[in-house]
């Protein structure tokens, strides 16, 4: 899974800055299937800042583990901007971290519409800000990437550290 990597890939730039930051990151999975949390895994230490990977596929398992509303998950549907907030907020506060980063999309070959086209993914971000600061929130993006089933799922999961990694790295500045 390194067809679309970088040099140096953004599992090690990501686990870099969180333990420079000394923060911590947890990950909600779908579309990805523990993608993420695997090439996290990968960098040697990554135990310094990595808590852990949630894989829910299915609308309950979201509901059930990562308290993704019933209401956006009817509304939205699973490959939402709304879901995908959700879930990072979810995993960040039940895994008590500071980061948590999300993805749901639709891998293919099948399963996408006018709408939402396989290569679709949301990646959602929750920062943990400091009770009563007013730091803490929840961002999402839609990504649309080309190629095969495992190509799509390495760049959703790709796209989720770059997007975490830009996120701490703004609140470094």
């Known amino acids: 899974m390194r067809e ?3 040099d140096p890939p953004v599992e090690e730039r990501l686990g870099d800055i969180l333990r420079d930051a000394d923060e911590t990151l947890a990950v909600a999975e779908s579309c990805t299937g523990g993608l993420v949390g695997s090439l996290i895994t990968d960098v040697p230490g990554s135990s310094d800042y990595f808590d852990r990977s949630v894989v829910t596929y299915s609308y309950g ?3 059930t ?26 995993v960040r ?14 891998a293919g070959p099948s399963g996408g519409t006018d ?24 961002t999402a993006a839609r990504h649309e990437f080309d190629g095969n089933r495992l190509q799509v799922k390495e760049r959703f999961a790709r796209a989720a550290l770059k997007t975490v990694e830009t996120a701490v790295r703004s609140r470094r500045v």
Do not use: C, I, N, Q
């Open 4 to 6: 679309f990597a970088d």
């Open 61 to 63: 398992a979201k509901l």
């Open 65 to 90: 583990e990562l308290a993704v509303s019933r209401e956006s998950l009817d509304e939205h549907g699973a490959v939402s901007d709304p879901v995908a907030r959700e879930m990072a907020a979810g």
């Open 93 to 106: 506060d039940t895994a008590g971290t500071d980061w948590g980063v999300a993805t749901t999309g639709v």
């Open 115 to 138: 709408e939402k086209p396989v290569g679709t993914v949301y990646v959602g971000v929750a920062y943990r800000g400091e009770w009563g600061s007013g730091d803490s929130y929840t």
